[in-house]
């Protein structure tokens, strides 16, 4: 069996549950929930010993106040008075250390009376709980306990219930419910059962089995039906039982009392056993004389029936004679039995059958004339016949006896028994029974109901009997308080009426009454009362008689009875109520719940209130709200975008307001979805992805997200922000993130993430590794990645960074000069958009060092001309020579690319004069480097001279030769003479004096020859000759000569 229970407050009826009253297997108690006091914290039970004192109180506390209380002790005070002592006595418990106190949930204490026990026979006993933080500060209450509900734990079995019914077993209860110190209100209990086979008994135990806390009134309903009236209570009534039926799915059990408060009932329910009975009766078939016989019945079985249905069959009588050996039955033209199924040895047979609402039986016999069969088929009628006593009515009063009952039941084949006389049923189901005979004053009518089954329903009203002689009229009426003069009773005569502290009793009789009493007061004709008893003013005035009245302040129904008595001794008696009822009434709305944040400005508001008496409204004097059965509904239109705000009332007929204050938002703006991670299109290099974001809406609810529309993925929203992870799939994926606010309002923002786990492909291009580089390099890379795309290219050399490139093509171009000669490493990373890298490198030269330069010959300063050659030496240690060129006053001569780097050079080209001879070397990297040096190119000879002697002069000895030589440009080197060609003397530095010794000449004739050689390298000659006496000069090209001829 599956059962689930759950309360619904109609008017907040003090019940309570206590594991006490269950006497049976605990399983059985299902609506009774684990904890004994759940939601029922206002009550405490109270633990006596064995010599009935009490020394221990069970309750269950909450903080009092808005706020959780920390650390701290309990302790309780027990206040009681004790018989023949007016005045009150107290038991204080032991402190108790406590953790502390929730708002939220109740926390199970025992407190310990040991020490200042509460005697048994206490009465009027009230309990209050308090708490201390520490010693020193003051006690603060958390809990106040009055008479009604302080529950006594039983001694003995004051508190038990009767045993199961025979063949019952306990399903659902025990649920006590408690009278309390307020109005009359009522609780109700639903549950549910899974297997809704009846037959079910409902029974009600009405106070202690020891006669005390019984319930004078009480009306008890299932499911909207009357199952226990008022009329059927009373301080002798001990248990009351019915049988039930219950729904399928959700059953209501409503209970209202009115007695003392403290008094209660406890209610139980059983399933009886099922009770089998004949769907159709037994039918004889008997074989004749002449042909087979074959028989056909057709019968509706009624409703009510349920299955397993049987098909049972005897066979000849029960001494075992005229048995059939043949026969064929069928049920519907289904074959049930056929020939072989009997013998003689056959007695009976049964199949269970199934049966439609209109159902045909075919029975076919062969044998012995007077063979016979008995067919009936039985199943399982578990519901109760409804009965109803349709007159008298409820309360009639009647002069004479005996009476007429007259009533009906929905099924004509029961039998019905009224106050224990046989009523005859017509077919339709009315019965009536005469003569019931009724005693003085009130009298119960009682009718029970009985099916073939034996299941039984029941009715009852009650009657009343006048006795002795008539009494005058009475018609007495309730009036609220007014301050005008009463007047007497018209058209609107009501018997009750509500008041809080007084109201006005009005009372119309006629001229036979001799007296009139209120209240027991004796108002006599003409005469004023005042402040007697219950009547604060009245007066009787002929036959108008009236009262301003005091009602009691106690929340109830106060009777007040006038009684009018004639001269004959006839008398009558009436009674009006004054309804003190200070409870206001109890207005919840169901649905939708309070802050309900809606787009659809169109709501459905329901809810219940528990006074059947109270008038809902929509606001303080809006419109009515029709209320059905304690629930009602209304259909309302937010009038604008955000907040609303509403109101509902109700009150009572004594002026009791509730208000419940509602708010109501309506949203059809979306939410705004704000994705920080990822990014449209991002890559990444693992599956698991970090989203994160923010939602813009004023009523934010959930985030969820979906990868490849996978199942929604809630995210954790902090605020406005929200985060969480998902994982990815290998290549592209899509996230769909969907916002959803409290109003139903939802936003789906996609956007697309590729997972790429793999590297890309880089490669350096140029240079090649090896390469040697100088000045300003291209690198060249070539990358790509088929998955995500490439990001960026970093270039790095000897591992630092130098540039970063994020779009193709990757040419890098580095400025090797701000880099040390020598060996570098050059890496490229690249890097693709999911994060993956790859790396590529090259070792190459940086070769930056200018090669080395000098001009070797001739030397700077030289004098020079005709062909010479400039030899220049060259070399780098890195990258080698590519070249040297050879430049004159820096016009480009000649550019040798091999070693020996030595250049011819045609002087006579040039002008006389200096020039600058430049030698540039080129080294393989392109490093250049220079070197100089300044020549002076002399083309003109020296002039050179004889002066002494001259041409032609006659010389013997040892003579002075002078020779002047000179040259502008380079300057004489040197100056030598010769003697008919033949060297006699060399002279480096002027004066130029030669010493010839003529001695060593042969007479005649001799040429002296001068020759100067320019720093040039250049030389003149001078010659003087003598001819026949006579000296002439001659000067060729380089040298000029003086000959003498003698």
């Known amino acids: 069996m599956n059962f689930s229970q759950h309360r619904k407050k109609i008017i907040p009826l003090g019940v309570f549950l206590f594991l006490l009253l269950c006497l049976i297997n605990p399983a059985h108690c299902l609506i009774i929930p684990p904890d004994p006091f759940e939601s029922t914290d206002r009550f405490a039970l109270l633990n006596p010993a064995s010599d009935g004192t009490v020394t221990q109180v069970v309750v269950k506390a909450k903080a009092p106040g808005p706020d959780s209380l920390g650390p701290g002790e309990l302790w309780a005070l027990l206040q009681y008075k004790l018989p023949g002592n007016s005045k009150f006595f107290s038991s204080a418990s032991n402190a108790i250390s406590i953790q502390g106190l929730s708002t939220a949930t109740s926390t199970l204490i025992e407190l310990d009376f040991s020490n200042e026990p509460m005697p048994g026979d206490a009465y009027h006993r009230t309990l209050g709980i308090y708490y201390q933080e520490t010693p020193d500060t003051l006690p603060l209450p958390v809990g106040e306990y009055r008479p009604e509900q302080l529950l006594v734990s ?11 019914p025979p063949g019952g077993t306990l399903i659902c209860g025990p649920i006590t419910f408690l009278r309390e ?34 319930v004078s009134s009480a009306l008890v309903k299932l499911n909207g039906s009357e199952v226990f009236r008022p009329s059927q209570f009373n301080q002798n009534v001990a248990t009351l039982s019915r049988q039930i039926t219950l729904l399928s799915g959700e059953n209501s059990l409503e209970v209202r009392l009115r007695s003392a408060p403290g008094s209660f009932v406890t209610i139980e329910l059983f399933r009886l056993e099922q009770h ?3 769907v159709l009766g037994l039918h004889s078939f008997i074989r004749s004389t002449g042909k087979p016989v074959e028989e056909t019945i057709t019968f509706d079985p009624n409703p009510q029936f349920v299955g397993p249905f049987v098909l049972n069959v005897t066979s000849g009588n029960p001494d075992g004679s005229n048995r059939v050996d043949s026969a064929t039955i069928t049920l519907n033209g289904m074959l049930i039995f056929d020939p072989n199924d009997f013998n003689e040895q056959t007695g009976f047979l049964s199949q269970v059958v199934s049966l439609l609402p209109t159902n045909t039986l075919n029975v076919q016999i062969s044998g012995a004339p007077g063979d016979l069969l008995t067919v009936e088929i039985i199943g399982y009628d578990n519901t109760p016949p409804s009965v109803t006593i349709t007159s008298p009515p409820n309360g009639a009063t009647f002069n004479t006896s005996p009476i007429t009952i007259s009533g009906i039941v929905d099924d004509s084949s029961s039998s019905v028994m009224v106050n224990g006389i046989t009523a005859s049923v017509g077919p339709d189901g009315s019965f009536t029974v005469d003569g019931i005979t009724l005693v003085g004053g009130e009298n119960t009518i009682s009718v029970v109901a009985k099916d073939s089954c034996g299941n039984q329903g029941e009715d009852q009203v009650l009657v009343y009997l006048k006795t002795g002689p008539e009494g005058p009229s009475l018609m007495l009426c309730a009036e609220p308080f007014r301050e005008q003069h009463p007047t007497p009773p018209g058209e609107d005569c009501s018997q009750q009426s509500f008041g809080r502290y007084s109201g006005v009793v009005t009372g119309l009789t006629d001229e036979t009454a001799a007296s009139v009493t209120l209240q027991g007061i004796l108002m006599p004709d003409g005469v004023e009362i005042y402040e ?10 002929g036959n108008f008689f009236w009262a301003y009245v005091l009602i009691p302040q106690v929340d109830g129904n106060h009777p007040f009875t006038a009684v009018v008595t004639n001269p004959e001794g006839g008398e009558t008696e009436a009674t009006v109520y004054f309804i003190r009822d200070t409870v206001r009434p109890v207005l919840i709305v169901t649905s939708p719940p309070n802050y309900l944040v809606t787009s659809n400005p169109n709501i459905t508001i329901t809810g219940t209130v528990d006074d059947p008496e109270a008038v809902v409204r929509l606001g303080y004097s809006g419109p009515v709200i029709p209320v059905v059965n304690g629930t009602f509904s209304l259909q309302y239109t937010l009038r604008w975008e955000g907040m609303n705000y509403l109101d509902i009332s109700a009150r009572d007929p004594a002026g009791n307001y509730s208000f419940v204050y509602l708010s109501f938002t309506l949203d059809t703006i979306p939410p705004q979805i704000n994705i920080t991670n990822p990014t449209e299109g991002k890559a990444v290099n693992t599956p698991t992805l970090s989203v994160t974001g923010s939602i813009i809406d004023q009523n934010k609810d959930t985030v969820t997200v979906e990868v490849n529309n996978g199942s929604p993925q809630p995210l954790t929203l902090v605020g406005s922000n929200f985060s969480g992870t998902v994982t990815l799939n290998p290549g592209p994926n899509t996230l769909a993130f969907n916002a959803v606010d409290k109003a139903g309002n939802s936003t789906r923002v996609t956007l697309s993430v590729t997972l790429d786990t793999d590297t890309p492909a880089v490669a350096i291009t140029s240079p090649i590794s090896g390469a040697i580089l100088s000045g300003t390099a291209t690198i060249t890379v070539e990358s790509t990645d088929g998955t995500s795309g490439i990001g960026s290219v970093a270039l790095f050399v000897d591992g630092q960074l130098q540039t970063t490139l994020t779009q193709p093509p990757f040419n890098f171009t580095l400025d090797t000069s701000m ?23 090259v070792s ?6 200018a090669p080395l330069v000098a001009i070797t010959a001739p030397l700077s300063g030289a004098v020079v001309s005709g062909l010479i050659t400039v030899s220049v030496q060259a070399n780098d240690a890195i990258s080698g020579m590519a070249s040297v060129s050879l430049y004159v006053d820096g016009q480009l001569q000649a ?18 004069g200096s020039h600058t001879l430049t030698a540039r070397g080129v080294d393989n990297s392109g490093n250049q480097a220079e070197a100089s040096i300044l020549l002076v190119f002399d083309h003109v000879p020296p002039a050179v001279s004889i002066t002494s002697p001259p041409s032609g002069a006659m010389v013997s000895g040892t003579i002075t030769v002078t020779i002047e030589a000179s040259d502008s440009i380079s300057g004489v080197a040197s100056a030598t003479l010769y003697v008919d060609g033949q060297l006699q003397a060399t002279l480096n530095q002027s004066p130029y004096n030669f010493s010839l010794d003529t001695s060593q000449l042969v007479p005649g004739s001799h040429t002296l020859t001068a020759r100067a050689i320019r720093r040039s390298g250049k030389s003149s000659r001078s010659k003087y000759h003598h001819n026949g006496g006579r000296a002439h000069q001659h000067r060729d090209y380089f040298t000029s000569e003086w000959r003498y001829y003698q």
Request: net charge negative; glycine share 8%.
């Open 844 to 849: 190459v030269t940086i070769d930056n060092t």
């Open 819 to 841: 880099l040390t000669s020598g060996l570098h490493t050059i890496t490229v990373r690249a890097t693709d958009r999911a994060g993956n890298q790859a790396e590529a490198s």
């Open 895 to 912: 550019t040798l690319t091999q070693p020996p780097f030595n250049f011819p050079l045609n002087t006579l080209l040039f002008s006389s």
């Open 181 to 214: 110190r307020e109005a009359p209100k009522t609780e109700q209990v639903s549950f549910s059962i899974s297997d809704t086979t009846g037959p079910f008994l409902l029974r009600l135990t009405n106070g202690t089995s020891d006669g005390t806390q019984r």
């Open 532 to 541: 007697q008893g219950d009547i604060f003013w009245g007066m009787r005035e």
């Open 276 to 278: 089998a009975c004949p």
């Open 154 to 164: 039983p001694s003995g079995n004051a508190y038990q219930t009767p045993p199961p």
